[in-house]
Each structure stands twice: as structure tokens, then as C-alpha cells.
């Protein structure tokens, strides 16, 4: 049985000191330990320890370090949010204009548009429990006013409310031999409908821990995604397909993200905001996101669709 006691933050330091951690000031200590929980901060030091099983530090780990390592963790996925904001505004954008276009406000209802019928009363079931959470004057005064519809609210309304996951479900669940699905795939580059699905879906993954400011330094990552070998010009790629390895790391994903996001925001500044963010924190070791050497000399990384 669990029978581990609360400790308090005096006892947390004394603990930690104890292991092998430095702590030059304990007054700084007490204040971060008073907003950051004791176990939040063990995720980034684990990798200062050379013992796992009794949590025996390294020698010199320091407690600044570990700090420094979170406020990094932070910037990055604030960083990476507001580019994943960029592409899901773009998704929504593309599926209720092309969709609606082809089969009507109400597409996302008609289950002879999908291959998994289950999978879509699924996708529903979490497109209604986040209409019903919305205080949203636009939805409420649908309702009001189309009492006797027992529809959703058209596609234009809907997916305005609907979480990046369930926009990814959608478009991933279309049939083959709906043109949008191919339309769409080609706008952002992916060549056709077979590639797109699994890079929204590791975005979905990326944009959730972000959401949730759950860690993504030294994180080893579930997903994949289906990788193209070269992009249609005028669009950059990598110059090395990923391995299979790499896909538990950051930085292939990432990829994915900069390379939609070239697409949907031409003059971006993700590259300058990310070489700048590793510039800051000089401590912080790529590789533990997976970044390959030189990756910011990438064409993908330095490349405008404008120029």
C-alpha cells in the first residue's frame, strides 16, 4: 500500500539536499517550491539523477538548473501554442468552407461522408459536450431561435467551438472519395489525403500537453506521423526523412508544425523565436528534444512561402 506522508517545503529542501542537490539560496527555493509543486519540478530534475532508484543526484546538479530547465519547458510551449493556434484557426477555416461547399452546413452529421460509424457518434458525443460548456452568444441565440431543429448549429458555427482533437477526428474519418479530403491535403502541402491525417494528429498530441503545461523537454513522445520524402515546391522539407526513432523526440514533430505553419503564416518568426529561446537558456540540451545539428540551417527552417 501507498504510505508516503505530505512533507512540507522545509522538509522537501532538506530532502532534496540530502540527495546531492545544491541549493544556493533556500529562500529562492521556498518561494518556487510555494508555486511549483515538489512533484512538477521532479520531472525536470529526474535526469540530474545517477541513482533513480534511491534519487541520488548527480555531482554539481544545482537547483537553478532545474529551474532553468522548467522556465524553458514553459517559453517552448508557449511558443509552440500560439503557432499550433495559427494552423487549427486555418483547419477550421478549411473544413466548414470546402465541406460545406461540397455537401451542405450539416456534413459533419451525414454519416455516408465517413468510414467509421462509431468513431463518428464519438467525435459527436465530444462536439456536444463542448457546445453545452460554450457561453457563447452566437450558439445560445441559435438555440433560442431554431428551438424545433434538433441539428447542430451549421458547420460555420459548430467548428468554431470544436477542440483541435475532434477537428483532426473528422477530417481524418472522411471517406477517400470526398474531394475536400484531397482539397484540403494539398492546400497544406501534404500531396494528398493518405499524409495529412497523422500530422494533425501529432499536432492535436503536441497542442494538449501544451494546453495541460504538461512537460515536453526530455519527453519521449507516443505518436508518429506519416512523412512525406519531398515537398511540392515551393515548400521545403527536411533534407533527411525521419527515422523511426526520432519520432519519440520533440523535434521531427515540430517539423511538421513549421512546416504547416509556413503555409498558413508565410512570415512567421518560429525559427528566430526558437533559436532565441535556446540562446536564452544555453544550459538546456537540445538533444533532448531530438534536435538534429544545424536543424535552424534547414530550408524548411529558414523558408518563406513570400520569397
Request: a neutral charge; glycine letters at 4%.
Amino acid at each position: 500500500m501507498f504510505e508516503k506522508k505530505p512533507t512540507t517545503i522545509d522538509e522537501q529542501i532538506l530532502l532534496l539536499k540530502s540527495r546531492g542537490l545544491e541549493i544556493s539560496s533556500e529562500s529562492e527555493a521556498i518561494h518556487y517550491l510555494s508555486h511549483i509543486s515538489y512533484y512538477r519540478l521532479g520531472e525536470y530534475w529526474h535526469a540530474m539523477q545517477s541513482d533513480k532508484i534511491n534519487h541520488i543526484f548527480k555531482p554539481h546538479s544545482k537547483f537553478e538548473d532545474v529551474i532553468a530547465l522548467y522556465c524553458f519547458d514553459r517559453e517552448l510551449r508557449l511558443l509552440i501554442f500560439d503557432c499550433i493556434e495559427k494552423i487549427e484557426i486555418s483547419l477550421r477555416t478549411k473544413l466548414v468552407y470546402h465541406l460545406a461547399h461540397e455537401f451542405g452546413p450539416w456534413w459533419f452529421q451525414n454519416f455516408d461522408l465517413f468510414i467509421d460509424s462509431r468513431a463518428l457518434v464519438k467525435t459527436l458525443a465530444g462536439i456536444e459536450e463542448e457546445l453545452s460548456r460554450s457561453k457563447d452568444p452566437v450558439l445560445k441565440n441559435h438555440f433560442t431561435k431554431h428551438k424545433d431543429d434538433s441539428r447542430f448549429p451549421p458547420a460555420w458555427k459548430t467548428l468554431e467551438h470544436t477542440s483541435f482533437g475532434s477537428l483532426s477526428k473528422l477530417y481524418g474519418n472522411l471517406k477517400h472519395t470526398v474531394k475536400s479530403k484531397d482539397i484540403i491535403a494539398e492546400e497544406y502541402g501534404a500531396i494528398n489525403h493518405t499524409y495529412l491525417p497523422s500530422w494533425l494528429q501529432s499536432i492535436a498530441q503536441i497542442r494538449n500537453y501544451c494546453a495541460h503545461h504538461a512537460r515536453l523537454w526530455n519527453r519521449n513522445l507516443p505518436g508518429t506521423f506519416k512523412s512525406i520524402t519531398k515537398a511540392p515546391a515551393p515548400l521545403k522539407w527536411i533534407s533527411e526523412v525521419p527515422k523511426q526513432h526520432e519520432f519519440q523526440k520533440l523535434y521531427v514533430h515540430l517539423c511538421v508544425i513549421k512546416y504547416l505553419l509556413n503555409i498558413v503564416a508565410p512570415e512567421n518568426h518560429m525559427t528566430p523565436k526558437l533559436v532565441s529561446l535556446f540562446e536564452k537558456y544555453p544550459n538546456v540540451d537540445p538533444n533532448a528534444l531530438g534536435m538534429r545539428e544545424s536543424w535552424q540551417d534547414e530550408e524548411l527552417w529558414g523558408f518563406s512561402t513570400l520569397t
